[in-house]
């Protein structure tokens, strides 16, 4: 009976990008992606969004430009992004951002003083000495994490508002020279929400999201029941889940994980892209964080808010972690060592494993 469960999940397992299983019979059924879906790679990542009976060309073609346009104000490695800009005057000047810019920026400062720092948006230095995405990850010296840490200071990131319905939101600065921002933790959500208020426009009566396992479901299932969404077994191959959450639409999950982007070093350790920056959990900081935390995923209305507290949660452990996720009004799962699942109880009660 579990076996045949298992091989049900995984023929339901379909765009799987991140941590996070959409679970779509009909798609899988037909053994391609439905017509009713388009799937890109923007934004570092593969984004899928499925419309249903809603899809047509000219809505995909809007949902995904918004998607490039937000590729555009917030990569960390492209050089002519927005945020390239506010890098490139790292300790020397402010720099006038747009609304977007200054508003995810100002939501990450509010995690980064929640978490004193355990996130933090200006871990741009560290993320690159790791350089864990790209195709040369490696252990840095000690000396090179010592002087990327000294550059992580999120109260060295100055925003200042602009006047009221000035043509700019207002101004970042990083005060220091080298100081650089990565809000890699942040945005896909910031970009799901974006993505949110353009089905409700449209009036779009169903559909996924799925920006890189940063998922968002819309509307409700033809069938009046709830969605699911399988969440990554965190020892097993991708696409095999641990359990399914159940939820209505209108909703958000984030997850962030051990192995979404990890690389395995000379000495066989495998190294992650979570980085530990307070030493939260006995892991030493400037490192991928090591906590005992394989996953979480965190539900909330908030993509944004969902997927900096994916991020936030990982690295605080456990029992700071549901603290933080109650305190901003989302349920939050977690998979331990072992493959223990603990979580909020609204989180439990909707997950079957
Ligand atoms: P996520 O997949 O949402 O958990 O975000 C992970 C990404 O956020 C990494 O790939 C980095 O770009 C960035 N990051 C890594 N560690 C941190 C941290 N402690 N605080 C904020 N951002 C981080
Ligand atoms: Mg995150």
């Given amino acids: 009976m579990i076996n045949q469960n298992k091989m049900i999940r995984k023929c339901f397992s379909i765009a799987v990008s991140g941590l996070l299983i959409l679970l779509l019979p009909a798609a899988c059924s037909k053994g391609v992606l439905s017509a009713a879906s388009r799937v890109e790679f923007v934004m570092g990542t593969l984004c899928r969004i499925d419309l249903f009976e809603d899809g047509n060309p000219a809505l995909y073609n809007r949902l ?10 917030f990569s960390a490695n492209r050089d002519d992004s927005e945020l390239a800009r506010v890098n490139h ?16 920026l100002e939501r990450a400062l509010y995690f980064a003083e929640a978490t004193d720092g355990a996130f933090d948006p200006t871990v741009g230095p560290l993320v690159k000495l790791w350089g864990i ?12 994490i010592d002087a990327a840490l000294a550059l992580v200071n999120w109260e060295e990131l100055e925003l200042v508002a602009g006047v009221k319905d000035a043509p700019i939101a207002g101004t970042a600065f990083l005060k220091r020279e080298g100081m650089a921002l990565d809000l890699g933790a942040i945005v896909k959500g910031y970009a799901a929400d ?3 208020s353009i089905l409700r426009e449209a ?3 169903r559909a996924i999201i799925d920006l890189g396992g940063n998922i968002y479901v819309w509307g409700k299932k033809d069938n009046g029941e709830p969605w699911n969404v399988g969440i990554q077994d965190p020892g097993a191959e991708r696409g095999d889940s641990i359990g399914i959450l159940e939820l209505e639409g209108g909703i ?4 962030s994980g051990v192995y979404e982007r990890f690389f395995t070093g000379d000495n066989g350790k495998r190294y992650h892209h979570i980085m530990e920056l ?8 400037g490192y991928p964080a090591e906590n005992g935390v394989l996953s979480t995923a965190v539900i909330a209305a908030s993509s944004m808010d969902a997927d900096a507290l994916s991020t936030s949660c990982f690295v605080l452990g456990v029992e700071k972690g549901l603290v933080l ?5 989302a349920e939050i799962l977690y998979i331990i060592e072992e493959k223990r699942v603990l979580g909020s109880p609204g989180a439990m009660a909707i997950f079957t494993y």
């Fill in 89 to 104: 005057n790292a300790g020397l000047n402010a720099v006038a951002v747009s609304a977007e810019l200054f508003t995810v």
């Fill in 278 to 285: 307070r030493e939260n959990g006995g892991g030493r900081r």
């Fill in 194 to 196: 974006e993505l949110v």
């Fill in 133 to 144: 995405a790209t195709d040369h990850p490696r252990v840095p010296a000690d000396w090179e």
């Fill in 64 to 73: 995904f430009t918004r998607l490039a346009e937000l590729e555009s104000i």
């Fill in 203 to 205: 009036e779009v009566t």
């Fill in 325 to 329: 996720a109650a305190a901003n009004g």
């Fill in 252 to 255: 958000s999950v984030v997850s």
